[in-house]
Nanobody, 123 residues
Framework: HVQLVESGGGSVQIGGTLRLSCAAS???????MAWFRQAPGKEREAVAV???????TYADSVKGRFTISKDNTNYTLYLQMNSLKSEDTAMYYC???????????????????WGQGTQVTVS
C-alpha cells in the first residue's frame, strides 16, 4: 500500500522561503516523482518533476526559485521554495508514477499515487 504524506506548508511573506516534504511509504522511489499545485479555481499544474536518475524539470514560473530533490534512503521527496510570490499560493501535492519511464511527464494523468496536499499561502 503506497502512501504519500506532505508536510511543511504554511503561511509566509512575499519573498520568504518554505521547504515541503513528502514522506513515501510502500514506494521504492525508482520512478518519476513530482510536485503539483492547485490554486482556487485553477487547474492542477506541475511545478517540478524528478526522475530516478535525478534529472529535473521545472515549470517556467518557478525556475530559479524552486528546487526539487529526493532522499532515496529516507524515502522522502522535497521542494525547496525560495523568493515566494503571492501567485505561488496554492495547495501543493506530491505525486509518484507507478512504473519507471525514460522521460518524466509533467501531465497530471501520468501520475498514479497522490498525497493529500499541503497548503502554501504567500501574502
Amino acid at each position: 500500500h503506497v502512501q504519500l504524506v506532505e508536510s511543511g506548508g504554511g503561511s509566509v511573506q512575499i519573498g520568504g522561503t518554505l521547504r515541503l516534504s513528502c514522506a513515501a511509504s510502500g514506494y521504492n522511489m525508482t520512478a518519476c516523482m513530482a510536485w503539483f499545485r492547485q490554486a482556487p479555481g485553477k487547474e492542477r499544474e506541475a511545478v517540478a518533476v524528478i526522475g530516478s536518475d535525478g534529472r529535473t524539470t521545472y515549470a517556467d514560473s518557478v525556475k530559479g526559485r524552486f528546487t526539487i530533490s529526493k532522499d532515496n534512503t529516507n524515502y522522502t521527496l522535497y521542494l525547496q521554495m525560495n523568493s515566494l510570490k503571492s501567485e505561488d499560493t496554492a495547495m501543493y501535492y506530491c505525486a509518484a508514477n507507478r512504473v519507471w519511464t525514460v522521460v518524466c511527464s509533467i501531465r497530471r494523468s501520468e501520475y498514479y499515487y497522490w498525497g493529500q496536499g499541503t497548503q502554501v499561502t504567500v501574502s
